[in-house]
């Protein structure tokens, strides 16, 4: 099994095979162009060494889109913090009615769980929507399922792993394959990301920091948490939660007003 995923070029609908690989300095650059890219890859959070950041590119070497990915500490899942079309195949930058490319969205998905594999964390993706649209996307095409996060008013997290990133993954690697449409429910994604202005919000440290917390919690009581019962769901992230308070605690050294763990 080789990995050589495909998108569409929009204006013949023919499938082509993109390249991605760690984005050069040139890469970044280029997004200081006109018109320039909506997010500042240069800012020190995705400047962060722990941060890869990723171009996918066309057979000629044309830049179609940017990405970044954070292995957690533990290696026990990849962040996918930031991703983004280049203004040919967004709108919301060009104003155009039609983008350049489709289907880019679910490639940097499927590489995110390649990037799991290749480092150790089994295939496992984690990533916050920055819509409620794009996160019922994410859940009724994709298949990821919600996970806990600090705020129940943030962004919504999801995670993608066992079957359901078998599946995507599976999906991506047949492209080439088959007859693809622009209006395959998987491209979807493009179109919903440049309303939103962009496909994922991005987590701060403390969200980063709260998800490891989650999964070391899972890994105490030897819970898989993506296919966890909801009883299991729910002990770990009332674990969680109470744990996190005290801890936040103990590094301000400001008293919190903690509900206790199981109470009404």
Same mark, same amino acid.
């Given at each position: 099994?080789?990995?050589?995923?495909?998108?569409?070029?929009?204006?013949?609908?023919?499938?082509?095979?993109? @390249?991605?690989?760690?984005?050069?300095?040139?890469?970044?650059?280029?997004?200081?162009?006109?018109?320039?890219?909506?997010?500042?890859?240069?800012?020190?959070?995705?400047?962060?060494?722990?941060?890869?950041?990723?171009?996918?590119?066309?057979?000629?070497?044309?830049?179609?889109?940017?990405?970044?990915?954070?292995?957690?500490? #533990?290696?026990?899942?990849?962040?996918?913090?930031?991703?983004?079309?280049?203004?040919?195949?967004?709108?919301?930058?060009?104003?155009?009615?039609? #983008? =350049?490319?489709?289907?880019?969205?679910?490639?940097?998905?499927?590489?995110?769980? =390649?990037?799991?594999?290749?480092?150790?964390?089994?295939?496992?993706?984690?990533? @916050?929507?920055?819509?409620?649209?794009?996160?019922?996307?994410?859940?009724?095409?994709?298949?990821?399922? #919600?996970?806990?996060?600090?705020?129940?008013?943030?962004?919504?997290?999801?995670? &993608?792993?066992?079957? @359901?990133?078998? &599946?995507?993954?599976?999906?991506?690697?047949?492209? #080439?394959?088959?007859?693809? =449409?622009?209006?395959?429910?998987?491209?979807?994604?493009?179109? &919903?990301?440049?309303?939103?202005?962009?496909?994922?919000?991005?987590?701060?440290?403390?969200?980063?920091?709260?998800?490891?917390?989650?999964?070391?919690?899972?890994?105490?009581?030897?819970?898989?948490?993506?296919?966890?019962?909801?009883?299991? =769901?729910?002990?770990?992230?009332?674990?969680?939660?109470?744990?996190?308070?005290?801890?936040?605690?103990?590094?301000?050294?400001?008293?919190?007003?903690?509900?206790?763990?199981?109470?009404?």
């Amino acid at each position: 099994m080789i990995f050589v995923p495909h998108i569409i070029r929009c204006a013949d609908n023919i499938s082509i095979p993109v @390249d991605i690989s760690s984005a050069s300095a040139d890469d970044i650059a280029a997004t200081h162009g006109s018109p320039s890219w909506q997010t500042d890859l240069d800012s020190p959070y995705l400047s962060n060494p722990d941060v890869s950041k990723y171009a996918m590119k066309a057979p000629n070497g044309e830049l179609i889109a940017l990405a970044a990915y954070k292995i957690s500490g #533990r290696k026990t899942y990849v962040y996918i913090l930031y991703a983004e079309s280049a203004p040919h195949s967004n709108a919301t930058i060009t104003g155009k009615v039609e #983008r =350049k490319y489709s289907g880019i969205g679910a490639v940097l998905l499927a590489f995110g769980i =390649k990037y799991s594999i290749d480092n150790g964390c089994r295939g496992d993706i984690v990533f @916050d929507a920055k819509t409620d649209e794009l996160a019922r996307h994410y859940a009724e095409v994709f298949g990821a399922k #919600r996970i806990s996060s600090i705020s129940s008013g943030g962004p919504k997290r999801f995670m &993608l792993a066992d079957e @359901d990133a078998w &599946l995507l993954f599976q999906n991506i690697l047949r492209r #080439r394959l088959k007859n693809m =449409k622009q209006n395959d429910p998987t491209y979807v994604i493009d179109e &919903l990301a440049e309303r939103a202005g962009g496909y994922f919000a991005m987590p701060t440290q403390d969200d980063i920091a709260y998800t490891d917390l989650l999964f070391d919690v899972c890994r105490q009581f030897g819970i898989h948490y993506y296919s966890a019962t909801p009883k299991e =769901k729910a002990f770990v992230e009332e674990v969680t939660r109470v744990t996190w308070a005290k801890e936040q605690e103990t590094l301000t050294g400001v008293k919190q007003d903690i509900p206790p763990a199981f109470s009404a």
